[in-house]
């Protein structure tokens, strides 16, 4: 290029320097010196001109020829993109088929353990209720057994004490003891009776509390695994409480 530039130069020095035509503005010029000057810029001019022309002869094949590839690319990628778009539907599609199994799976486990569960503690509330009823049966019993027994006793020596004249008023006396003593372990029995009962339920009132407890953890964890089927909305308007009060009912 530098030779090119100064092949120019010299072409411009030889025009300014020519020779003018009088009356114009018209000028004589070497024509030896100019060609020679133009075939130097010739040879000077870089070979990547004339593949630059020949790229701008052939632009419109070119650029068919860009238009058809980037078509075709741009089809490949489509097809591809719909290929792994259709894979990506179809694993996902499965997954979600094994999680909705999964969850069946431990809902139905879940639901088996809270029946059992109950179940369990239904049988216990029965067992502690008859034994609880068997034992105040008991007890009862032998309380108004004892009350029926010192209360005959006691009559029995009133009328003793009665047959004796001379003894009359310390009769009275003795057999008012007797009934009194007799009222008072007829209570105590009873009271003893009562606090038996009440024990008894209160050991079943927390044996059927760590049941529903057991119930209830085991529903929240389900409830938490699965949000996107069971809501807690949802819940309530199926009539489920959430407390584990419901499988009992």
């Known amino acids: 290029m530098y030779r090119v530039f100064e092949s120019l130069d010299a072409l411009v020095t030889v025009v300014e320097e020519a020779r003018g035509v009088p009356m114009t503005s018209n000028c004589v010029v070497p024509r030896g010196d100019v060609l020679e000057?133009?075939?130097?810029?010739?040879?000077?001019?870089?070979?990547?001109?004339?593949?630059?022309?020949?790229v701008l002869d052939r632009r419109d094949e070119l650029i068919d020829e860009a238009t058809q590839e980037a078509e075709q690319t741009r089809t490949g990628a489509r097809s591809e993109a719909e290929e792994l778009v259709a894979g990506a539907r179809a694993e996902a599609e499965q997954m979600l088929a094994e999680a909705r199994a999964e969850a069946e799976r431990a809902v139905a486990q879940a639901r088996h353990e809270a029946e059992r569960a109950v179940a369990e503690g239904r049988r216990?509330?029965?067992?502690?209720?008859?034994?609880?009823?068997?034992?105040?049966?008991?007890?009862?019993?032998a309380g108004r057994a004892a009350h029926d027994r010192f209360i005959a006793d006691g009559q029995a020596e009133q009328v003793r004490l009665v047959s004796q004249t001379e003894v009359v008023r310390a009769a009275h006396k003795e057999a008012a003891r007797i009934v009194d003593e007799a009222d008072s372990e007829a209570d105590r029995l009873r009271r003893e009776c009562d606090d038996y009962v009440d024990t008894k339920l209160a050991e079943f009132e927390d044996a059927l509390t760590k049941a529903l407890r057991t119930v209830t953890r085991g529903r929240s964890q389900l409830w938490r695994g699965g949000p996107q089927n069971v809501s807690p909305a949802g819940a309530g308007a199926g009539g489920r409480s959430g407390t584990g009060m419901d499988l009992i009912d």
């Open 37 to 54: 000057l133009l075939d130097d810029v010739r040879e000077a001019l870089p070979g990547e001109l004339d593949d630059a022309q020949d």
């Open 124 to 141: 216990q509330y029965t067992e502690l209720t008859d034994r609880a009823q068997a034992d105040a049966d008991r007890l009862a019993h």
